[in-house]
Nanobody, 115 residues
Framework: QVQLVQSGGGLVQPGGSLRLSCVASGSISRSALMGWYRQAPGKERELVAT???????NYAESVKGRFTISRDNAKMTVYLQMNSLKPEDTAVYYCKSTYYLYTYWGQGTQVTVSS
């Protein structure tokens, strides 16, 4: 059984930083595309960033230059370093693993940016 377990998140002031982690366990391929998504209240879930097994990263325009996605295949972990956080970054963040037809989601973690 595949599990994606997230950690990190919380409350931070505007301009602050947070790091999210997502550890994968079970029968999950190290070749899987890993990504972070977020969903704000009343809005649809949106892509934040993705990273391939070869460390090619892709970012939403709204987070470029502020967020960095990375992965450690040995630890089966993907990270999202979030800097210069803004109130509009407030959302529940989800990690996702995609490999061919297999898609798995983490449990979600709240990130709140507020003074």
């Amino acid at each position: 059984q595949v599990q994606l377990v997230q950690s990190g998140g919380g409350l931070v002031q505007p301009g602050g930083s947070l790091r999210l982690s997502c550890v994968a366990s079970g029968s999950i391929s190290r070749s899987a595309l890993m990504g972070w998504y977020r969903q704000a209240p009343g809005k649809e879930r949106e892509l934040v960033a993705t990273i391939t097994a070869g460390d090619n990263a892709n970012y939403a325009e709204s987070v470029k230059g502020r967020f960095t996605i990375s992965r450690d295949n040995a630890k089966m972990t993907v990270y999202l370093q979030m800097n210069s956080l803004k109130p509009e970054d407030t959302a529940v963040y989800y990690c996702k693993s995609t490999y061919y037809l297999y898609t798995y989601w983490g449990q979600g973690t709240q990130v709140t940016v507020s003074s």
